[in-house]
């Protein structure tokens, strides 16, 4: 039962569905059911593709994480903003579109973001699990809630955005992310942007 974790240099991917509740509210169970599935399948599809390890599906979010060593990223953040890129663009086509009548448009949100984390195993020995934790994760976590705010489906942290190079991006500004202190520069991908090539951003 003992914890089995080391810090790693990990690019992080947090994709959610909006509206997603509201939709489940008013929708057939089966129905809701299918649009889930396509998601995490195809997310599953294109992080693997990428290189990305799908860590955990959270209710209607998908957590995706690319791991290099505990001092190096490596090339992983460009695959990570090439897997966001991807996912946002193929879901176009699988999300209901136009929405149910009364509701709001389901739409993919997506925060990315590179940095240190704990990632191991965890629990007791009748039930272990893998997580990765920290602060890396948990400013990808808050991006993905600023999207709706900063009207755009993708958003980047500043560590990210230094391993891929900022001047392909759009500066969003500085915020304070909820629950933590120190203030975080946030970037946008272009929403005209196409696919990144590997290797590059």
Not at 115 to 144: D, E, K, Q
């Amino acid at each position: 039962s003992a914890i089995k974790a080391s810090v790693r240099q990990v690019s992080v991917m947090f994709a959610d569905i909006r509206n997603f509740s509201a939709y489940c509210e008013e929708r057939p169970p089966e129905e809701a059911a299918a649009v889930l599935h396509a998601f995490f399948t195809r997310a599953t599809d294109i992080v693997q593709a990428e290189g990305g390890v799908i860590e955990a599906f959270q209710g209607d979010a998908v957590l995706a994480v690319w791991y290099g060593s505990a001092v190096d990223i490596g090339p992983h953040a460009h695959s990570a903003l090439r897997a966001a890129v991807r996912l946002s663009s193929e879901m176009q086509g699988v999300l209901p579109d136009p929405a149910p009548a009364g509701l709001e448009p389901l739409a993919l949100g997506i925060g990315l973001e590179c940095g240190p984390a704990m990632a191991g195993s965890f629990g007791p020995a009748s039930r272990r699990t893998h997580m990765v934790l920290g602060r890396t994760v948990t400013i990808t976590s808050r991006l993905v809630d600023m999207t709706v705010d900063l009207s755009h489906p993708i958003l980047i942290g500043e560590g990210l955005a230094a391993q891929v190079g900022a001047s392909g991006l759009e500066s969003m500004g500085v915020f304070i992310l909820d629950g933590l202190r120190i203030p975080h520069h946030i970037y946008a991908y272009p929403l005209n942007g196409v696919v990144p090539p590997p290797g590059d951003a």
